[in-house]
């Protein structure tokens, strides 16, 4: 059974910086494609970025995009997400994501999300 487990969330001011992380067990992770969405209240859940097995290619909402990095630890099986220039917006539960393949990210597997809040 796949275990996806996050951490790293919290409550922090406009333009403050955090790193997410998710941590992966029951699979191979080295080949697994891995991204990472997020839940506002009242919203619908949105993604946010996807990085290949390797590292080596990666996509991004275009609203975080040239703020967040993701990144992989195939050796610690687990895959990051680094947050720069946090705005209120960004408000979310964030969650990590196993996918089926890059090029069709459907997910088939979800971690329990952490909590992260941008105040003003």
């Known amino acids: 059974q796949v275990q996806l487990v996050e951490s790293g969330g919290g409550l922090v001011q406009a333009g403050d910086s955090l790193r997410l992380s998710c941590v992966v067990s029951?699979?191979?992770?080295?080949?697994?494609?891995m991204g990472w969405f997020r839940q506002a209240p009242g919203k619908e859940r949105e993604f946010v970025a996807r990085?290949?097995?390797?590292?080596?290619?990666?996509t991004y909402a275009t609203s975080v995009k040239g703020r967040f990095t993701i990144s992989r630890d195939n050796a610690k099986n687990t895959v990051y997400l680094q947050m720069n220039s946090l705005k209120p917006e960004d408000t979310a539960v964030y969650y990590c994501a196993g996918l089926r393949s890059y090029s069709n990210p459907v997910v088939d597997s979800w971690g329990q999300g952490t909590q992260v809040t941008v105040s003003s």
């Open positions: 990085i290949n097995w390797s590292g080596g290619t990666t």
């Open positions: 029951g699979r191979p992770f080295s080949n697994y494609v």
